[in-house]
């Protein structure tokens, strides 16, 4: 089993339906993140939680919203999005924040389609 | 603006021979580095990083050399190995901002084909 699980792995969506991203990490890390790769741009961080809380939110518009219920889970729910929103979205995981030097662990990404 | 970049999409090395995937930052007050390996369809994978205290770091057929002074980083594999062909992304971890964390900031990839 893998340490990070993302579902689903291709969502493909209307721009007024309502979608949730799921992440798990089985590897009691404490920090988790979202990260958006669009084609041919470098990984952009969305948002930061540690220890359930939200600590960075990188001017990710509103149609974004994150949810973390514990350390464990994280979700992206996703609501009006318009077709430059389509890209791979990646959760990835760490044992604490990025200050402390240690890697973090992605997911397989989902890959999002918006019609 | 970019702060990590790296130059070359792509890089074809012969089996056998060395790999050589470079990455410029332009942040100096960056102090941890790290190269992730990605295939199709999956994540990114962690593969070796290195501390801005450090200029070298190895591990197994993977070795990383940092020169603080030129901002640069390079990830050697020797010897390559098709199995290595994947996307190679660098990533410096610094602050975001004076009211902000750390994050890691991502360079595009590098597409590494190992021919056999």
Request: include cysteine.
């Amino acid at each position: 089993e893998t340490g990070v699980t993302q579902t689903p792995r291709h969502l493909v969506m209307g721009m007024t339906n309502k979608k949730s991203l799921k992440c798990e990490q089985h590897l009691g890390h404490n920090a988790m993140y979202w990260y958006k790769q669009s084609a041919k741009k470098p990984l952009e961080l969305m948002f930061v939680y540690n220890f359930k809380e939200q600590t960075e939110n990188n001017s990710v518009p509103s149609r974004f919203s994150p949810e973390c219920p514990n350390s464990s889970h994280l979700f992206l729910h996703l609501h009006t999005l318009q077709p430059e929103d389509s890209a791979l979205y990646l959760c990835a995981s760490s044992q604490d924040l990025p200050g402390n030097n240690q890697p973090q662990h992605f997911g397989d990404g989902t890959r999002l389609s918006i019609l | 603006d970019q702060q990590v970049k790296q130059n070359s999409p792509s890089l074809s090395v012969q089996e056998g021979r060395i790999s050589i995937l470079n990455c410029d930052y332009t942040n100096s007050m960056f102090d941890y580095f790290l190269w992730y390996k990605k295939y199709p369809a999956e994540g990114p994978t962690f593969l070796i990083s290195i501390s801005s205290i450090k200029d070298k770091n190895e591990d197994g057929r993977f070795t990383v050399f940092l020169n603080k002074s030129a901002k640069h980083l390079s990830l050697h594999i020797v010897p390559s190995q098709p199995g290595d062909s994947a996307v190679y992304f660098c990533a410096a971890l610094g602050l975001r901002g004076s009211n902000s964390g750390y994050a890691l900031n991502f360079g595009k990839g590098t597409s590494l084909l190992v021919t056999p």
